[in-house]
């Protein structure tokens, strides 16, 4: 593999950690264990841009198209990639706090649903009274951690010929009235 083609893969993969940064947060929803990868790469790609320092994929992908014999070019990836084909020209300060602005919204946005999912059944169980004897409460919304619906229910076959071909259902009371 030649080395224009490494630099198109340290590329594809700059891509790659930038999306990751973005949207990790949001696949966290799904699949909690991409936080593992998630934070260690946004803190990362913030270290990177809060302290105004080179990527380090950009340097390597830079260096790789020099001995490929390529034209490098200057500046930051997105400033290469996305900026520069938008607008013409590099980045300016407030273009960089819309960066910034829009990668710290986006992971606040994701950690936040998480923090409120992660702490809602907890909060939920604690401030639900328990229902009093002898009311129905199977209208209720059913939270996580719940006994299932068919909690204080029987359920009973009739036999055959009887004209009944389903199962039928009958709620008990556990308290005597």
């Known amino acids: 593999m030649g080395y224009g083609a490494l630099a198109d893969v340290v590329a594809i993969i700059h ?11 949001f ?3 799904r699949w909690p264990r991409v936080i593992a990868v998630h934070a260690p790469v ?14 380090p994929l950009t340097a390597l992908e830079q260096h790789l198209r020099t001995a490929a014999g390529e ?9 290469h990639y996305l900026v520069g084909p938008l607008t013409g020209h590099g980045a300016t300060p407030a273009l960089r706090t819309l960066e910034l602005g829009v990668a710290v919204g986006f992971n606040l946005l994701a950690y936040g649903v ?5 702490a809602a059944p907890t909060l939920i169980t604690r401030r ?4 009093a004897a002898g009311t129905d409460d199977q209208d209720r919304p059913q939270w996580r951690g719940d006994p299932p619906a068919t909690a204080g229910m029987t359920v009973t076959v009739e036999p055959a010929g009887t004209g009944v071909d389903r199962p039928s259902a009958k709620r008990t009371s556990s ?3």
């Open 175 to 177: 308290s005597s009235t």
């Open 15 to 25: 891509l790659l950690a930038i999306v990751t940064m973005l949207f990790g947060g």
């Open 71 to 79: 034209a490098s070019y200057s500046g930051g990836y997105l400033d």
């Open 42 to 55: 946004a803190a990362v790609i913030g270290g990177v841009f809060l302290l105004g320092v080179d990527c």
């Open 114 to 118: 998480l923090a409120v999912r992660w």
């Open 27 to 29: 696949l966290a929803w």
């Open 128 to 131: 639900r009274a328990a229902p």
